[in-house]
């Protein structure tokens, strides 16, 4: 395993342009940007039940040493570590992104990977989200996309307007990996995403956590094979039947850039980790158990380990589809704190699988946002006092949905969805902790 060494020289022309960043997003969020209602937050003390060791406020500076702004909002890290919350955390996948006018107005005068690579347009996008939901998002996630990987690899990924990405040369068959870089060093290949992450961090004052991301090994492997988003997956699917070996091979090289990649957010300022498995509900119970579980434990175990107990953030990962692996997935050896779920599974029916030993997050149905606000309040309610109750483990939870954010969601619908878990979360955390005292965790069956 690479140990990290932190280039220094990029970092003061960084720092300068940071102070005109936070000159642009401050103007930006005062002049354009609507505030919605002001929420203070009760207490940011870090709850004495902590289950895992953090990293302390006072050791968390950047690479060049300088600190960051202390964190005034850390219900989500608390959350993923299973430790008492006053309210429901939430945020949204793809929370910066096309249905905000601000985010479209930047892609007029950008291309999508100008935007991932200039460390400054991504503070900026990162920031939107948080400022238009001013106090309504507990965590921020870092604007990227899971793709840079096979970039860093040596392939050309294209973001074509309207079909998304797009490999000209994918891996057409495992001779083909031999285009691919033996070694890659992500500091040299990466370094832009470790500068806007270090970047957003000083930006966002302390307001949130920020999230850093992976794509894990399966998904990346299946654009990477298929050249694209598909229907039936088949190419990647005839590759894992008839290549078994070289297809390990392949997730393995994956693995090794993602461990990398995922430390050298964590050291340039991610506060949590979460690993994109979008493409798990193709592979059934069985390829899944080869193919993609190995390689998702590797990555949250080495993570941890290279990170140490004093460094290592809580890592959450979403294998869309692949209800059949929450068992495993929630099994603390798996080395994840968090499984984030799709809306294939009920509240009631995840819990009774889970036990209470992972935070669950998730699940609302992304077109529910798309239904008006009677259905978005009520839909939302039911998922939040689902998550949220009971003796059953229920507790550690946080609330988003059960996939990206749709492209034509209203910016009003999403407020809808973040004020109605706010209420009702703050309405079950109530009750919840108080009911629970004394009572024993992971109690459910089915
Ligand atoms: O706000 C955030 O969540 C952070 C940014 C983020 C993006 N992509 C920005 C993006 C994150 C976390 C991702 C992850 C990602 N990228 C995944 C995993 C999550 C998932 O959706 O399952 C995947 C599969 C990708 C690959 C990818 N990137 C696809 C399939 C597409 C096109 C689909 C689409 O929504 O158009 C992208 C493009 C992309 N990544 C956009 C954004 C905001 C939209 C492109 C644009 O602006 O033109």
Same mark, same amino acid.
């Given at each position: ?6 280039? +220094? ?6 720092? +300068? ?38 990293? &302390? ?7 060049? *040493?300088? @600190? ?57 996008? &990162? ?24 970039? @860093? ?31 890659? =060093? ?11 992450? &270090? ?28 050249? *694209?988003?598909?229907? &039936? ?140 606000? =009677? ?15 009971? @003796? ?32 009702? *979360?703050?309405?079950? @955390? ?17």
């Amino acid at each position: 395993m690479a140990s990290i060494s932190m280039p +220094r020289l990029s970092f003061s022309p960084l720092l +300068r342009a940071l102070t005109a960043v936070l000159l642009v997003s401050t103007l930006t969020s005062a002049l354009v940007v609507p505030r919605v209602e002001q929420h203070t937050f009760s207490s940011v003390t870090p709850s004495s039940s902590s289950v895992s060791t953090t990293w &302390t406020e006072e050791e968390q500076v950047d690479p060049t *040493g300088r @600190a960051f702004p202390r964190l005034k909002n850390d219900l989500i890290l608390r959350a993923a570590r299973g430790e008492e919350t006053e309210r429901v955390p939430v945020w949204v996948m793809r929370q910066a992104g096309r249905y905000l006018p601000e985010f479209r107005k930047v892609r007029e005068e950008h291309e999508f990977f100008e935007i991932v690579r200039s460390p400054e347009l991504a503070t900026i996008v &990162t920031l939107q989200p948080v400022d238009r939901y001013n106090n309504l998002l507990d965590a921020a996630i870092i604007f990227s996309d899971i793709l840079v990987v096979p970039q @860093a690899l040596g392939l050309v990924v294209e973001m074509l307007p309207g079909k998304g990405p797009s490999f000209p040369n994918p891996l057409a068959s495992p001779e083909d990996m031999k285009r691919l870089k033996k070694k890659v =060093d992500v500091h040299r290949e990466l370094q832009y995403v470790f500068d806007a992450i &270090t970047m957003t961090r000083h930006a966002l004052e302390g307001r949130v956590p920020l999230i850093g991301f992976s794509g894990a090994p399966w998904t990346l492997m299946a654009y990477m094979v298929e050249g *694209g988003g598909s229907k &039936t997956f088949s190419k990647a699917k005839t590759w894992i039947f008839q290549h078994p070996k070289e297809s390990h091979e392949l997730l393995q090289i994956i693995t090794d850039v993602s461990v990398d990649y995922l430390v050298a957010q964590v050291h340039a300022g991610a506060q949590m980790l979460q690993i994109f498995e979008s493409w798990a509900g193709e592979l059934g119970p069985n390829e899944f158990e080869k193919f993609s579980l190995p390689y998702l434990i590797q990555i949250a175990r080495r993570v941890k380990a290279e990170l140490g107990p004093e460094k290592a953030v809580p890592m959450a990962v979403f294998a869309k589809g692949a209800w059949f692996a929450l068992h495993k997935l929630s099994d603390p050896s798996s080395g994840f704190d968090v499984v984030s779920l799709d809306w294939s599974h009920t509240p009631a029916g995840a819990k009774g699988v889970s036990r209470g030993r992972v935070t669950l997050q998730g699940n609302l149905d992304p077109t529910v946002l798309l239904r008006g606000e =009677d259905a978005i309040v009520k839909e939302t309610e039911k998922m939040v006092r689902g998550f949220f109750g009971g @003796a059953d483990g229920g507790k550690k939870y946080i609330a988003n949905l059960g996939h990206g954010i749709l492209p034509d969601v209203s910016v009003d619908a999403m407020e809808v969805f973040l004020k109605t878990v706010h209420r009702v *979360g703050r309405e079950v @955390a109530a009750e919840g902790w108080n009911e629970a005292e004394g009572e024993g965790e992971g109690e459910a069956e089915l």
